[in-house]
């Protein structure tokens, strides 16, 4: 088991905690992360666009111009692609891009990739993230006191309405709670800052 140092918000050393094997001493496994995020990315798009075909636009199919004779080329229909306001070719349709993906599958690869982020060294305990104020200043202060290198995605137990007002503006900076921490947010993010208490709730669902 890991043991690592527990920090404040201001990056002073107040304790260290044991990490357990089960959570953060799976092996890494690439494929299974990629499946997840490749379902968790198709799994956000809409699927909603929709353009008309030259059967769908309005006008009719009627011969512009006679085939022959006129000098110009020749023309079927008013409804084609080629003519401004006419349907077009292979047009996107609604459609469904979600992909399932079972839980079981989720769970390892949101280890593996925690897993894999405290064995580069790139997750830092925190004692608690709370923020005084709803004000930005202050949650540039947190990131101001560790000096990341990279985004900051902070994993919290339970983030108030403050936390999430004072990180809002700030692009390199991030908080879920860590009942809704998903693998793409873990792969994305190049420091991964975790809670006592977003520990304490990984444990226990993953006992």
């Known amino acids: 088991m890991a043991k690592v140092k527990v920090y404040n918000m201001n990056a002073e050393e107040v304790g260290t905690k044991?990490?357990?094997?089960?959570?953060?001493?799976?092996?890494?496994n690439e494929g299974l992360i990629h499946e997840v995020i490749v379902a968790?990315?198709?799994?956000q798009r809409q699927g909603t666009k929709s353009t008309l075909t030259r059967s769908e636009v309005r006008g009719h199919a009627a011969k512009p111009w006679r085939q022959k004779g006129t000098g110009?080329?020749?023309?079927?229909?008013?409804?084609?692609?080629?003519?401004?306001?006419?349907?077009?070719?292979?047009?996107?349709?609604?459609r469904d891009f979600s992909k399932k993906v079972n839980k079981q599958a989720k769970r390892t690869a949101l280890l593996s990739a925690?897993?894999?982020?405290?064995?580069?060294k790139e997750i830092t305990v925190l004692d608690k993230f709370e923020i005084a104020s709803?004000?930005?200043k202050d949650a540039q202060k947190f990131l101001d006191a560790f000096n990341f290198k990279g985004n900051v995605l902070v994993v919290?137990?339970?983030?108030?309405?403050?936390?999430?007002?004072?990180?809002?503006?700030?692009?390199?900076l991030d908080t879920?709670?860590?009942e809704l921490l998903n693998v793409y947010d873990v792969v994305a993010s190049k420091n991964v800052v975790l809670t006592e208490s977003a520990i304490k709730y990984l444990e226990e669902a993953n006992a």
């Open 40 to 43: 968790y990315n198709a799994n």
């Open 156 to 172: 919290n137990a339970d983030n108030s309405d403050k936390e999430l007002k004072a990180v809002a503006n700030i692009p390199t």
């Open 72 to 94: 110009r080329a020749r023309q079927g229909s008013t409804k084609g692609p080629q003519w401004t306001g006419g349907g077009v070719v292979f047009a996107p349709k609604p």
């Open 134 to 136: 709803a004000k930005t």
């Open 114 to 120: 925690l897993s894999a982020k405290l064995a580069d």
């Open 18 to 28: 044991t990490l357990k094997d089960s959570i953060f001493g799976n092996e890494y």
């Open 176 to 178: 879920v709670n860590v």
